[in-house]
């Protein structure tokens, strides 16, 4: 008895369920909420590479085409289904950027297999449409199609591609809207969720092969602060009254450079005419009280993998809490998580701008002019500067990064000889560098640890199990246990560092500054907030953390102003004194009287008075207090114009380009 065969629409039908299928389970299985009106265009989209899925199954031999077609549907299904895995470990998508360098992430192979059991039911739930497919495959008419039937096939997805665009302004045009994203905004995991991952990735590979100049900067939003600070008249003390000796001047003018942006040529290039007008047209922040608090001292910048404020603790990590509570104390802290998270984490708090979204921005930058980091800053008043890394040299390509940031860099592999475990130890790695610079100061070492790092269990992790009789008795679950015995190593570590300051005689004039790259999501929501104590907010507090700024002998003070890893860099700037440019940088220093504001990567924002989630246009007010829509459009237009702006100066090289021959030179080690 002959099967029912299916007419030579079906196949096309079959595609076309069959990515709508995947985009709704990963849609399910990834964005901040499920119903939402764009949910029709996960629905529309697919139907552009489902036509062009059928056309390549008929183009040849009956044969050939009945063996295209599972094939077809097996590549759809490694492709959501490596995403989703990708997604569970780092919380964002892989860009095509990072699908070339895969090699790198393929290290971490028993996350990937973790990953994979844990996301067993919606992988296997993907997998239905494909062995459907191989099953019924042999039913599915395999003619060859006419050639005459080609153009109308390739104009009927032009079509519909130009008809879902035209589509798209019914969605909204606001920042983050399907429009935006298509059009102005390079944000792949917000893509994803507002139009499925297929045309995300597609604009990724487009905008990665052509470039990508996104929307115009709004200077509306922007406002010109005066360049000097008012000043009082001085006053004539009465003679016939005692002597009273004035408090002293505090200094309040702005923290900029002689920079003449008008004068700058752009040889017709429009971004770098709009980035003159942009960083023109900001407000400087101001000299202070605290400016030059640090000058001339030695400063250790420490980014530390995985750590987080839930990990001080006064009895399992002393030396974390020594350093957080004898130094500035800021409890108001948050780290943004970027798409490439530890790198990405590196490059906001060493450059004091923004990640570029679909790349791997420290590698990029590589080959610019960097002469705005604390290491070339530094170079420039005769300091060494050393950059230290416990695991692979060129894992992230930083062998190239981190001597354009101005560092002589060690790492394994390339002059720091540590044992290769997995992951390795950071007391080891600090053991074996502090020689390298104590006894020729000045001096500016900056380490990239690695013992913190995921996955946390006593069994494949190999600084929980040396830490594991230290959490024992603690009453966590195992993975818990197991990431702060990773962290009691960093704290050991810090020990060990602060006993060589003191046995050098350099610790009350060296600086400690420490932060981590991003949250520790190799822990589940529940275990972060098993660690918390209550359930953790994953819109806001899973970013919020510690950064710790300490040198011994130093007045311990509490900063509750509102702050975060962009703040860094221009915070240690005016704290050391150095002749820099505020504008430049997409933070603040946190002591100026600039206003507080953290932006996160979804474009989600926080100031003194509101909390603002992008992807589902929350507001939420704090203190009572009221904000109008054009307030709320005000500031999402602010933080599109600083992603667009530290996006440009990443492509186009835009400090070379605005100091020129001016450009300040490297020190020498």
Same mark, same amino acid.
């Given at each position: 008895?002959?099967?029912?065969?299916?007419?030579?629409?079906?196949?096309?039908?079959?595609?076309?369920?069959?990515?709508?299928?995947?985009?709704?389970?990963?849609? @399910?299985?990834?964005?901040?909420?499920?119903?939402?009106?764009?949910?029709?265009?996960?629905?529309?989209?697919?139907?552009?590479?489902?036509?062009?899925?059928?056309?390549?199954?008929?183009?040849?031999?009956?044969?050939?085409?009945?063996?295209?077609?599972?094939?077809?549907?097996?590549?759809?299904?490694?492709?959501?289904?490596?995403?989703?895995?990708?997604?569970?470990?780092?919380?964002?998508?892989?860009?095509?950027?990072?699908?070339?360098?895969?090699?790198?992430?393929?290290?971490?192979?028993?996350?990937?297999?973790?990953?994979?059991?844990?996301?067993?039911l919606p992988l296997s739930l993907m997998l239905l449409p494909p062995v459907g497919h191989a099953v019924l495959g042999k039913r599915f008419s395999a003619a060859r199609l006419r050639l005459p039937y080609l153009p109308a096939f390739a104009a009927l997805a032009v079509a519909v591609h130009f008809g879902l665009m035209a589509l798209l302004p019914v969605f909204g045009t606001q920042p983050l809207s399907a429009y935006d994203l298509y059009h102005s905004t390079n944000d792949m995991k917000q893509t994803t969720a507002h139009l499925g991952l297929m045309p995300a990735f597609r604009l990724d590979v487009h905008r990665l092969l052509f470039g990508f100049e996104g929307g115009e900067i709004e200077l509306a939003t922007e406002t010109k602060a005066p360049m000097?600070?008012?000043?009082?008249?001085?006053?004539?003390?009465?003679?016939?009254?005692?002597?009273?000796?004035?408090?002293?001047?505090?200094?309040? $003018?702005?923290?900029?450079?002689?920079?003449?942006?008008?004068?700058?040529?752009?040889?017709?290039?429009?971004?770098?005419?709009?980035?003159?007008?942009?960083?023109?047209?900001?407000?400087?922040?101001?000299?202070?009280?605290?400016?030059?608090?640090?000058?001339?001292?030695?400063?250790?910048?420490?980014?530390?993998?995985?750590?987080?404020?839930?990990?001080?603790?006064? !009895?399992?990590?002393?030396?974390?809490?020594?350093?957080?509570?004898?130094?500035?104390?800021?409890?108001?802290?948050?780290?943004?998580?970027?798409?490439?998270?530890?790198?990405?984490?590196?490059?906001?708090?060493?450059?004091?701008?923004?990640?570029?979204?679909?790349?791997?921005?420290?590698?990029?930058?590589?080959?610019?002019?960097?002469?705005?980091?604390?290491?070339?800053?530094?170079?420039?008043?005769?300091?060494?500067?050393?950059?230290?890394?416990?695991?692979?040299?060129?894992?992230?390509?930083?062998?190239?990064?981190?001597?354009?940031?101005?560092?002589?860099?060690?790492?394994?592999?390339?002059?720091?000889?540590?044992?290769?475990?997995?992951?390795?130890?950071?007391?080891?790695?600090?053991?074996?560098?502090?020689?390298?610079?104590?006894?020729?100061?000045?001096?500016?070492?900056?380490?990239?640890?690695?013992?913190?790092?995921?996955?946390?269990?006593?069994?494949?992790?190999?600084?929980?199990?040396?830490?594991?009789?230290?959490?024992?008795?603690?009453?966590?679950?195992?993975?818990?246990?197991?990431?702060? @015995?990773?962290?009691?190593?960093?704290?050991?570590?810090?020990?060990?560092?602060?006993?060589?300051?003191?046995?050098?005689?350099?610790?009350?004039?060296?600086?400690?500054?420490? &932060?981590?790259?991003?949250?520790?999501?190799?822990?589940?929501?529940?275990?972060?907030?098993?660690?918390?104590?209550?359930?953790?907010?994953?819109?806001?507090?899973?970013?919020?953390?510690?950064?710790?700024?300490?040198?011994?002998?130093?007045?311990?003070?509490?900063?509750?102003?509102?702050?975060? &890893?962009?703040?860094?860099?221009?915070?240690? $700037?005016?704290?050391?004194?150095?002749?820099?440019? $505020?504008?430049?940088?997409?933070?603040?220093?946190?002591?100026?009287?600039?206003?507080?504001?953290?932006?996160?990567?979804?474009?989600?924002?926080?100031?003194?008075?509101?909390?603002?989630?992008?992807?589902?246009?929350?507001?939420?007010?704090?203190?009572?207090?009221?904000? $109008?829509?054009?307030?709320? !459009?005000?500031?999402?237009?602010?933080?599109?114009?600083?992603?667009?702006?530290?996006?440009?100066?990443?492509?186009?090289?835009?400090?070379?380009?605005?100091?020129?021959?001016?450009?300040?030179?490297?020190?020498?080690?």
């Open positions: 008895m002959n099967k029912r065969k299916f007419g030579p629409w079906w196949l096309l039908l079959f595609f076309w369920a069959e990515l709508c299928f995947m985009e709704l389970v990963v849609h @399910a299985a990834t964005a901040p909420q499920f119903w939402q009106p764009e949910l029709v265009l996960l629905m529309l989209y697919p139907l552009v590479p489902a036509v062009l899925l059928f056309a390549l199954c008929r183009l040849f031999p009956p044969r050939a085409n009945r063996v295209l077609g599972p094939v077809c549907s097996g590549l759809c299904y490694i492709f959501f289904a490596s995403q989703l895995v990708y997604y569970s470990i780092f919380h964002c998508f892989y860009s095509a950027y990072s699908m070339g360098n895969g090699g790198q992430v393929m290290q971490f192979w028993k996350v990937t297999l973790h990953a994979i059991r844990k996301n067993w000097e600070a008012p000043t009082e008249a001085p006053t004539v003390p009465d003679a016939t009254e005692p002597t009273v000796l004035p408090e002293p001047v505090v200094d309040t $003018s702005p923290n900029v450079l002689e920079l003449d942006f008008d004068a700058v040529p752009t040889e017709g290039n429009d971004v770098l005419s709009e980035l003159n007008a942009y960083f023109s047209s900001r407000t400087p922040t101001n000299k202070n009280e605290k400016t030059g608090m640090f000058e001339g001292c030695n400063l250790i910048l420490i980014t530390a993998e995985s750590f987080s404020y839930l990990a001080i603790d006064p !009895e399992l990590t002393p030396t974390l809490y020594k350093l957080q509570t004898e130094g500035f104390n800021f409890t108001n802290f948050y780290t943004p998580y970027w798409d490439v998270s530890t790198s990405d984490g590196e490059y906001a708090a060493l450059t004091g701008t923004i990640p570029k979204p679909g790349t791997w921005s420290l590698r990029d930058s590589a080959e610019n002019a960097m002469p705005l980091t604390m290491a070339q800053q530094l170079k420039r008043l005769g300091y060494s500067a050393y950059a230290y890394h416990d695991h692979t040299y060129t894992y992230y390509d930083r062998n190239l990064s981190h001597p354009n940031l101005g560092y002589v860099y060690r790492a394994l592999g390339n002059g720091l000889d540590v044992e290769a475990t997995w992951p390795e130890s950071d007391i080891e790695m600090i053991d074996k560098t502090t020689a390298d610079y104590m006894g020729s100061e000045p001096f500016h070492a900056y380490y990239m640890t690695v013992s913190g790092h995921l996955e946390y269990n006593f069994n494949g992790n190999a600084m929980a199990k040396k830490n594991q009789d230290l959490v024992k008795d603690l009453p966590y679950s195992g993975s818990v246990r197991a990431y702060l @015995a990773c962290q009691i190593e960093l704290d050991r570590a810090l020990e060990l560092l602060l006993q060589r300051l003191d046995e050098a005689g350099v610790a009350e004039n060296t600086v400690i500054a420490l &932060t981590g790259d991003h949250y520790p999501y190799g822990l589940t929501d529940e275990e972060q907030s098993e660690l918390a104590g209550h359930e953790i907010d994953t819109r806001f507090e899973r970013y919020r953390n510690a950064f710790i700024l300490y040198k011994k002998g130093m007045k311990p003070e509490r900063v509750d102003s509102l702050c975060c &890893t962009l703040d860094i860099l221009p915070t240690l $700037s005016n704290l050391f004194g150095l002749d820099f440019d $505020s504008r430049l940088y997409m933070g603040r220093d946190v002591f100026s009287d600039a206003e507080p504001f953290v932006l996160l990567r979804d474009h989600s924002w926080i100031t003194e008075n509101a909390m603002y989630y992008a992807p589902s246009d929350e507001l939420i007010l704090l203190q009572g207090n009221e904000l $109008s829509p054009e307030e709320v !459009e005000e500031r999402n237009q602010d933080v599109s114009n600083r992603f667009r702006a530290s996006a440009w100066v990443l492509e186009q090289d835009y400090w070379r380009y605005l100091f020129g021959d001016n450009l300040p030179p490297d020190g020498e080690n």
